[in-house]
């Protein structure tokens, strides 16, 4: 799995160079001879979406209840030349557990059991990451932007409770929080449009993902739990170019 991310790493790079020379080859009087913005800073927020494992309602855990929630962005660039830079990234991404669907699962998983009712807060997941941004400016106007950058991402994983009904009794499902820090890689494809002087729209769309090996207890069972967390993110927001 380490090994096919790394691969995908270095192909990603690849194609961006490759696209990197044929847009400097059609643009070479443009870049040589007008300045460009050297700094830049960005915020963005808008839909967290669960990816793969996360939130794909496979088993009893809360991560496979995790919903669509919310995302904000901050970065900060420099751009060395007129295509490349280099820059940090923070990220707060929050989704909610669905409750109900949860609920429903404990439900159907045995055939004594008739009902149930879950509280679970949302899963907190931040992120801090560094790596190299680059931008195609057709005009003074409009840009593709592309960054691909690595670092740290911590998951706030919540503690909950869930009461299941059966014909006699009621039982409770008690889990404990955890939270858990690896290192993730990240990818956003975007663009750019001037809106006024220094000011720019900011549109993308990026992934961030990574595996964590969570430890928690439910009732008095301890629980170790290997989970992918991805996360797939569409952002609106405003740039400061100068």
């Known amino acids: ?6 691969i995908k790493c270095i192909g990603i790079f690849l194609l961006i160079m490759t696209f990197n020379s ?18 830049q800073f960005s915020i963005q927020s808008g839909l967290s979406w669960p990816y793969d494992r996360f939130g794909n309602h496979s088993n009893l855990n809360f991560s496979s209840f995790a919903t669509p929630g919310y995302n904000v962005t901050l970065q900060s660039i420099y751009f060395y030349t007129p295509n490349f830079g280099v820059g940090i990234n923070l990220m707060l ?9 949860l609920a ?3 439900v159907n998983s045995k055939d004594a059991f008739i009902d149930a009712t ?13 790596g190299i941004y680059y931008q195609v400016p057709l005009s ?9 950058l690595a670092g740290m991402q911590t998951v706030y994983k919540p503690a909950g409770r869930v009461y299941v009904k059966g014909l006699f009794v009621t039982i409770p499902f008690v889990e404990s929080k955890d939270e858990q820090t690896n290192f993730v890689f990240y990818y956003k494809f975007g663009m750019q ?14 992934y961030i993902g990574s595996t964590y090996n969570f430890e928690y207890y439910r009732n008095n069972n301890k629980i170790l739990q290997k989970q992918h967390i991805g996360e797939l993110m569409f952002r609106l927001g405003v740039a ?3």
């Open 118 to 130: 879950a509280t679970v807060s949302p899963f907190y997941e931040t992120s801090v990451l560094m």
């Open 240 to 242: 400061f170019k100068f």
């Open 104 to 106: 429903q699962a404990y």
């Open 93 to 101: 991404n929050i989704n909610p557990v669905d409750n109900k669907k």
């Open 193 to 206: 449009i001037k809106l006024y002087r220094l000011v720019y729209l900011e549109a993308s769309a990026a």
């Open 140 to 148: 003074d106007y409009f840009a593709f932007t592309f960054s691909m």
């Open 22 to 39: 044929s847009v400097m080859a059609q643009y070479h009087y443009y870049y040589r001879f007008k300045p460009w913005d050297k700094y």
């Open 1 to 6: 799995m380490e090994k096919r991310k790394y």
